[in-house]
């Protein structure tokens, strides 16, 4: 990779990226705007924070540290206007999943989390950035929505063992964020009054309840060490869970964030961005993180440019080294029930109204993913989904592809004048036309060879036409070279015309074309046609010769 390509990809600084952004020009009065959207963001984001890093197992410290570090590198790297990145709930149920194993230790996560965020900055570097959109939205969203039940059933139990108390404490705090007045939500975050009316409540009436206790306060420790060779193979599946969630999850909100700011973000850059953000969490001990959803509460709260970002960043770890000390006495119930919040918020409550209404192989996708993904198995659910999309599409392509065979017969008439059709039938239709249109997969290679071998055998000629066939891969290339060898062996004259030159690699590679003689290679139907009539004619006059 150039010096150049690798700048552009992956190395613009923040006034780089505030040069690009510059429409209008960075002046006060953004900062300003940026000021004000960081600020709202703030208050909004230090109270989920705190419960990802509840949900995640490494704790609260952990998830503001990653708000401090991925959010500064994310600003600074990344390649999506107005993002924010930081501790995201559906990479933090990974995490969880991972420590609730009782076989990891939190070093043995850091690097779990290091080699996450090296995996991310290869994908972005080598330029597969956009492809991480090619991950199935329904596979992604059934995890995502499978992650909120989770969450709500999960947090909802842990109120349930702490007693009632909490539980009183945890439907204050969810009441005021139901029955918040809209009109001031957005200068006074429904979340962060929800849990200072949990917090007045603990203090004054219910002061029984579970609270978080003393946080640690100032620098994360540097996790530095050399891992075992036989714990990296085992490193590499959840490591490469984190890699593809997190991004996928990043670049779904990039996307969301470009519908509201009309600009375009760069997908490799990004990723890369992303990449470097958790090998730094994995160094410190935080938290891993990706794009947050509130990226698009920036832009709503009037954010113009990266600088939003930074500001969170900065007064996050303003606000972790500087009140620490004073969250003691917050009442973990608060917490929960913002996770709970949270829950239902990830559940695409539309979708799953129509579960049953959509095509089934997406019913399915959905119903499979989600489900597996709320029993607190992310690894198995993405797993599953996939097998199930793949499925399901591979199910959807047969019908497509078996629909894009044309299989005729050509009566003796439409080749050869009467004169020469002898005494056969000239309604007879001894040469069959197989016309391959549009793509060939694996999908399809099974069913087809079924149809088609009993098309071949009812003839003596057969043209295969190729001229509108798009793209086969090794499946059906493979299955294409059965049918061209068994005709021969059935003694079938088999001749092929309009191999696309785009093709020939893929024929060549699988020897497709072996044993059709040169001649019966042929560009146009017209030729094959003349082809045909010839041997159909050498056929007719060894019948009246006799042997």
């Not at 969450?151 to 439907?171: E, F, N, T």
């Not at 519908?259 to 490799?268: F, K, M, Y």
């Not at 059965?482 to 191999?499: F, R, Y």
Request: charge should be neutral.
């Amino acid at each position: 990779m150039t010096a150049s390509r690798w700048h552009s990809a992956f190395i613009p600084s923040l006034f780089d990226r505030m040069r690009v952004e510059k429409n209008p020009p960075y002046c006060w009065a953004t900062f300003a705007a940026d000021l004000k959207a960081g600020l709202i963001l703030l208050l909004i984001q230090i109270p989920f924070a705190m419960g990802i890093g509840v949900v995640s197992g490494m704790g609260i410290p952990a998830a503001l540290y990653c708000m401090v570090i991925v959010g500064i590198v994310g600003a600074l790297l990344g390649g999506t206007r107005s993002m924010v990145s930081g501790p995201s709930v559906a990479v933090a149920v990974i995490v969880g999943s991972i420590l609730a194993t009782g076989n990891i230790s939190m070093f043995e996560l850091s690097v779990i989390v290091i080699i996450s965020g090296v995996m991310q900055l290869v994908l972005g570097v080598a330029g597969i950035g956009r492809f991480m959109a090619y991950l199935p939205h329904i596979v992604l969203t059934g995890f995502i929505s499978g992650i909120g039940l989770f969450l709500i059933w999960s947090q909802a139990w842990k109120l349930v063992r702490m007693g009632m108390p909490d539980i009183i404490i945890a439907g204050i705090c969810m009441s005021v964020i139901l029955f918040w007045p809209r009109r001031i939500n957005r200068f006074l975050p429904a979340q962060l009054v929800g849990v200072a009316a949990a917090w007045g409540v603990s203090a004054v009436w219910l002061p029984g309840s579970v609270l978080l206790g003393k946080l640690p306060t100032g620098l994360p420790d540097i996790v530095i060490g050399i891992p075992s060779l036989n714990f990296l193979p085992q490193a590499m599946m959840p490591a490469l869970l984190i890699a593809v969630i997190g991004s996928a999850y990043s670049l779904m909100i990039a996307h969301s964030v470009d519908s509201l700011t009309g600009a375009r973000h760069n997908p490799n850059r990004q990723l890369a961005a992303t990449g470097v953000a958790n090998m730094a969490a994995g160094v410190f001990g935080a938290v891993p993180g990706s794009g947050q959803f509130g990226a698009m509460g920036t832009v709503l709260a009037g954010g113009k440019t990266v600088v939003t970002g930074v500001i969170v960043s900065v007064l996050t770890a303003i606000f972790a080294f500087g009140f620490g000390p004073y969250l003691a006495s917050l009442p973990l119930a608060a917490i929960l029930s913002l996770l709970i919040w949270m829950g239902w918020g990830l559940i695409d409550r539309q979708l799953a109204k129509r579960v049953f209404r959509i095509e089934a192989r997406y019913g399915w996708v959905f119903a499979v993913t989600m489900i597996i993904s709320a029993a607190g198995e992310p690894l198995t659910a993405v797993v599953c989904g996939m097998i199930a999309a793949v499925i399901g599409n591979a199910i959807a392509l047969e019908t497509v592809e078996r629909d894009s065979v044309l299989s005729v017969p050509l009566m003796d008439s439409t080749l050869m004048p009467d004169s020469e059709i002898g005494e056969h039938d000239p309604f007879s239709a001894r040469t069959g036309l197989l016309a391959l249109r549009g793509s060939f997969t694996v999908a399809s290679s099974r069913k087809l060879a079924e149809l088609l071998e009993g098309d071949i055998r009812d003839h003596e000629v057969v043209i295969f036409d190729l001229s509108e066939m798009t793209h086969t891969d090794d499946s059906s290339s493979h299955l294409l070279k059965i049918l061209l060898t068994k005709s021969g062996s059935l003694g079938i004259e088999v001749i092929v015309c309009g191999v696309p030159e785009h093709l020939r690699p893929s024929f060549d590679a699988f020897d497709v074309l072996h044993d059709v003689p040169d001649e019966r290679l042929v560009g146009t139907q017209e030729e094959a046609r003349e082809i045909a009539a010839s041997l159909l004619k050498l056929s007719t006059n060894s019948a009246v010769q006799g042997p």
